[in-house]
């Protein structure tokens, strides 16, 4: 096994100030997160791909163009808008 790469408190903070420097966070506000979370549901998402599910929602909320990703399988199931050509 390889060795943890963990980050500081100050490298964590000024990661995520670099972060918010250079993108605009997305968010689903109260009422769009329970009906996520039904769908998800409904989708029989558990576990760690709750929070891809949620990464998801937010990437199409924001009309993302782009979404990175190690494994797109994580983001496929979820449907076809993922996978959509911006007009």
């Keep these: 096994m390889g060795a943890e790469v963990r980050a500081t408190p100050a490298e964590a903070i000024f990661l995520v100030r670099t972060v918010f420097d250079r993108l605009k966070p997305i968010a689903l506000d109260p ?20 929070y891809d599910y949620l990464i998801y929602r937010c990437a199409l909320k924001a009309n993302a163009v782009t979404l990175y990703t190690w494994n797109l399988r994580h983001y496929s199931r979820f449907g076809p808008e993922i996978s959509r050509v911006p007009e």
Excluded at 35 to 47: I, K, M, N
């Design 31 to 50: 009422a769009e997160y329970l009906p996520t979370l039904e769908d998800a549901s409904s989708l029989r998402v558990v576990g760690g791909a709750l």
